[in-house]
């Protein structure tokens, strides 16, 4: 009897382990987006404890230019029931219980880097959007960074009202009423707005659990044929490293659906540009990190490290960033060229003055973005709402997907729709 009891007892640890590892491997994800210099990064480490400047420019110039990624455990107290990202309440000093692990992307607010904040886009699950006390409501990337969730399909979002310890009341509350009539009328209108101050901790318990509230972890689609987009890739080797010890390259990004275990063969395409045309990659992954632990097998949901036997140099300095992997035989075919039925925005949006979208022309440059990947194309045709491109960077889509359309307006890229692949 004394030995069942103990048999028992030893299994309940071991389930409770299992639930707890679990908690601790990242299932969703969320971006960091909004004007640049609203605090962002600042709050991304006060949520995770990580500073997502990593690239030297980045670090001299104080914004992020890369998409910044940091993981976080969500614990809540176990005696007065308050969220923070450690095992023992900061509020009472009792222990606190995991609830969840969620990766967070940090999108760069500057301009210039649309394109990399419509990367980032593709991969979240539900978004913060800083909106700073201290400036007027909206400055120009907030309502870009707002487009760009609309139109990704992004509908789970939270505003923190960020910098609240450089005003006064009245300031604050002129800046809420400002925010409240930005929002008006969009998909995020009844979104909550949160004051918070990164640099003090002054509110971070309520994001964390404004978090748990609001955005869920979606359903995956486990069963079907593996695909992950790829975000970052790098190569760890440090220089003089002896070929011995010389690592395969590794790839960073997320999930869609499916899942990969160590030992897979996996297909990259488009792959490398051979000459003059892309030709895919096979190699076979030889480890996968998610949230800071070696996993033998991971699913949708988070942000994957994936170690390869690829050569390093395929996969340094970014160099397979919006390629996708998945089976052998399985990922849609590279094409050169697409059909895209419209869906243009009413206004121009990034710019001060929001001018009305013109309608696109034959033989105009337009950048696209679907999922992580981003292509230049020249319209070869334009008759009512549907566009052909020939695209200088060859993309695997499939029909029906959402593709991103910016054009040049003043020497930028700018936002101005959509189109639907026919």
């Not at 103990?6 to 994800?29: A, Y």
């Not at 690239?55 to 998409?67: A, D, M, V, Y």
């Not at 070696?294 to 960033?321: F, H, I, R, Y």
Request: glycine share 10%; charged share 25%; proline share 5%.
């Amino acid at each position: 009897m004394e030995r069942k009891k103990q048999r028992l007892k030893q299994e309940g640890k071991e389930v409770k382990q299992n639930e707890v590892d679990r908690r601790l491997i990242p299932e969703v994800n969320i971006g960091m987006v909004g004007h640049v210099s609203h605090g962002k990064t600042t709050l991304t480490k006060a949520l995770t404890g990580k500073l997502t400047l990593t690239h030297s420019e980045e670090l001299k110039r104080g914004i992020t230019i890369r998409l910044g990624y940091a993981d976080a455990t969500i614990y809540k107290c176990s005696n007065c029931g308050k969220y923070s990202i450690s095992p023992k309440c900061i509020y009472c000093f009792s222990d606190a219980e995991p609830v969840r692990t969620v990766s967070f992307i940090d999108a760069p607010g500057h301009e210039t880097l649309m394109a990399t904040v419509l990367t980032g886009a593709s991969l979240m699950d539900g978004a913060i959007l800083l909106i700073a006390a201290n400036e007027k409501c909206p400055q120009p990337q907030t309502r870009e960074h707002l487009t760009a969730l609309e139109v990704v399909g992004i509908k789970k979002v939270i505003i923190a009202q960020s910098k609240i310890d450089l005003v006064t009341n009245e300031q604050a509350m002129e800046n809420y009423n400002q925010i409240k009539e930005f929002i008006a009328g969009t998909v995020i209108e009844n979104s909550p707005i949160i004051p918070v101050s990164a640099q003090h901790n002054i509110n971070i318990d309520s994001l964390l659990e404004a978090i748990e509230t609001l955005i869920p972890v979606p359903e995956r689609k486990l069963d079907a044929d593996s695909l992950m987009y790829v975000a970052r890739s790098f190569d760890i080797n440090k220089p003089g490293s002896r070929p011995k010890n010389i690592v395969g390259g590794i790839i960073g990004g997320s999930v869609v659906q499916g899942k990969f275990k160590t030992g897979d063969e996996i297909e990259i395409k488009p792959g490398v540009l051979v000459k003059n045309s892309y030709q895919p990659l096979r190699t076979t992954i030889t480890g996968l990190k998610k949230g800071g632990m070696n996993l033998k097998e991971a699913g949708a949901g988070g942000l994957l490290g994936l170690m390869t036997d690829l050569d390093p140099s395929l996969t340094k300095s970014d160099g397979l960033v919006g390629d996708i992997v998945g089976i052998p035989g399985k990922l849609p075919q590279a094409i050169n060229s697409l059909s895209l039925e419209l869906r243009l925005l009413e206004r121009v949006v990034g710019a001060k003055e929001m001018a009305s979208v013109e309608p696109i022309k034959v033989n105009e440059i337009l950048l696209i973005n679907i999922g992580t990947s981003r292509s230049v194309g020249t319209v070869v045709s334009a008759k009512r709402n549907v566009i052909q491109l020939n695209l200088k960077i060859p993309i695997c889509v499939d029909k029906k997907d959402r593709v991103v359309i910016s054009r040049q307006i003043q020497g930028r890229w700018r936002l101005v729709g959509y189109g639907i692949i026919k």
